[in-house]
């Protein structure tokens, strides 16, 4: 009886977990690399838990990165990203007030999947530079603030239009999963 | 001989025309088609829904089908602008209730393999017949079509028919699938 | 080999011949083989009356054609098929006498059909 309450318990946090969001960051432009963090934070009312990428903060999706060659950021969660994705991010900023911030590893408990923090979070925004490909050399004008629209704990745009190219944020479901997209084009 | 004919036929059915998700409108009525051509996902979520945005109303002229090859055919929101005998220059894309963007046909948000394209099928109109040549609607002979199964996502049946003085005009959204690869068929039809 | 050559010529032959007449307007309609008029044709009659959706086909919650409805296409699919050079065991033999399997190869032939059927016109103009 406690085998099963117990493989049903696993079964059940599984289902939560596939249910939370994933990120694919597409880069499209083959001029400029995307420099830019990543964050997620509480929905559900308040803005804490507010986590971000740390190290490093400003992660690099290279100019033509994107899914039609296989080079797209993806993170399933705070710590598989880690082990499975192109870009790892070593450790996470986890604001849980706007007092209290503290450096989490990747594999830290608090933020493993299924744990309170990954079940409360949904991926938000990121702040973006984009860099001239394989330089340090930015495009002032090719920048901002990208995410969730209103969203009162970022006050990100979805949409980014410039001269340079563009920048969009937008969500997918498929089947149970959803996805958050940031493309640059 | 033989031989070479198949390999030929056996090409063209793995390489020729592998593109998923051909839309094709046959108009087999007396009246021209005029309609807003709409796509959106089908896997949970309706969102990236599309919608033809320059023009929005696409005309098909009467008759127009592929018995004379005047059918519209799109192949994917990019090719369609050089290929198609209807081409649409500007798409309406929503990726949510709140948020939408107007998509040049070239742009690289909406190309064949990108991520609206992998994730959007054709799957609605919404369409007023004209008498041919005019901007005088066919009365009653408008409506909106939707594949079975989208109703959540657009509300429209998938078949529409209306008769007025012996005659039926009807008019049918359907699809043909076959091993990943997918037609989505739009026919107007007057009998 | 040498019957792929004799084919090729005689197609030469008919493109050039065509050329010459120079009088004839070829459209896509007069450039069709006889399957590709019949295979038109199916598709519209799915329109007849007796050849509509049915209530109860209606009611179906997928956007696939009915069997009743594909039955419909399937000669004429089958035709244009069989005259691109695959044999009717051929045919059986990769589809199963999948209905939809049918249709969509077809479609893949009538549709390759009709872009070399452009081509060469616009070649000619």
């Known amino acids: 009886m406690k085998k099963l309450l117990t493989v049903i318990f696993i079964a059940a946090v599984s289902l939560i977990h596939a249910q939370n969001l994933k990120l694919i960051v597409n880069n499209y432009s083959t001029t400029f690399d995307f420099h830019g963090t990543l964050s997620a934070h509480n929905f559900g009312g308040g803005c804490y838990p507010y986590v971000t990428t740390n190290s490093p903060a400003m992660v690099v999706v290279p100019a033509n990165a994107n899914m039609n060659n296989g080079n797209e950021l993806v993170y399933a969660n705070f710590k598989d990203q880690y082990v499975n994705s192109l870009y790892p991010n070593a450790s996470w900023m986890v604001q849980l007030s706007a007092a209290t911030s503290i450096v989490r590893a990747w594999n830290h408990a608090s933020i493993a999947p299924g744990g309170v923090i990954s079940a409360n979070t949904k991926w938000s925004s990121s702040q973006f530079q984009m860099y001239y490909a394989g330089t340090s050399t930015p495009e002032p004008s090719f920048s901002g603030l990208i995410g969730e629209p209103q969203d009162p704990c970022t006050g990100a745009i979805s949409n980014i239009s410039t001269p340079y190219g563009d920048v969009e944020w937008f969500n997918i479901t498929t089947g149970n999963v959803d996805y958050s997209y940031l493309q640059i084009y | ?191 | 080999m040498k019957k792929t050559i004799l084919l090729a010529a005689f197609a030469i032959l008919g493109l050039v011949s065509c050329t010459n007449e120079g009088t004839a307007v070829n459209t896509v309609s007069s450039m069709k083989t006889p399957q590709m008029e019949n295979f038109d044709k199916a598709f519209k009659s799915l329109g007849e009356p007796q050849n509509r959706p049915t209530e109860e086909e209606r009611k179906r919650n997928t956007s696939e054609l009915s069997d009743r409805r594909k039955a419909l296409l399937v000669p004429a699919s089958k035709e244009l098929i069989l005259s691109t050079g695959v044999t009717e065991s051929e045919l059986m033999r990769k589809t199963g006498g999948d209905m939809s399997q049918i249709i969509v190869w077809a479609t893949q032939i009538y549709m390759k059909k009709s872009e070399d059927i452009r081509n060469n016109i616009k070649a000619e103009n």
């Not at chain 2, 949510?96 to 064949?112: D, E, Y």
């Not at chain 2, 959007?120 to 005088?136: H, L, P």
Request: aromatic share 16%; glycine share 10%; net charge neutral.
């Open chain 2, 1 to 191: 001989m033989k031989k070479f004919l198949t390999i030929l036929g056996i090409a063209a059915f793995v390489f020729g025309y592998s593109q998923n998700g051909t839309l094709i409108v046959n108009n087999y009525t007396p009246y021209d088609f005029s309609g807003y051509i709409m796509a959106n996902n089908f896997a949970g979520g309706c969102y990236p829904f599309l919608t033809s945005s320059a023009p929005d109303m696409v005309t098909v002229p009467a008759n127009a089908n592929m018995g004379n090859g005047n059918e519209l055919r799109y192949e994917n929101y990019k090719d369609q602008y050089t290929s198609s005998l209807y081409p649409i220059s500007q798409w309406y894309v929503q990726s949510s209730s709140t948020i939408s963007v107007l998509r040049p046909w070239n742009h690289a948000a909406i190309m064949p393999g990108g991520t609206i394209s992998n994730n959007t099928k054709w799957s609605a109109t919404k369409f007023n017949m004209k008498y041919a040549g005019t901007t005088n609607g066919v009365p009653g002979f408008s409506n909106g079509l939707t594949l079975a199964g989208n109703t959540s996502c657009y509300t429209a049946p998938d078949y529409f028919d209306m008769t007025s003085g012996g005659v039926t005009n009807s008019a049918e959204i359907f699809t043909l699938t076959s091993g990943g690869i997918n037609y989505t068929y739009i026919q107007l039809y007057t009998f």
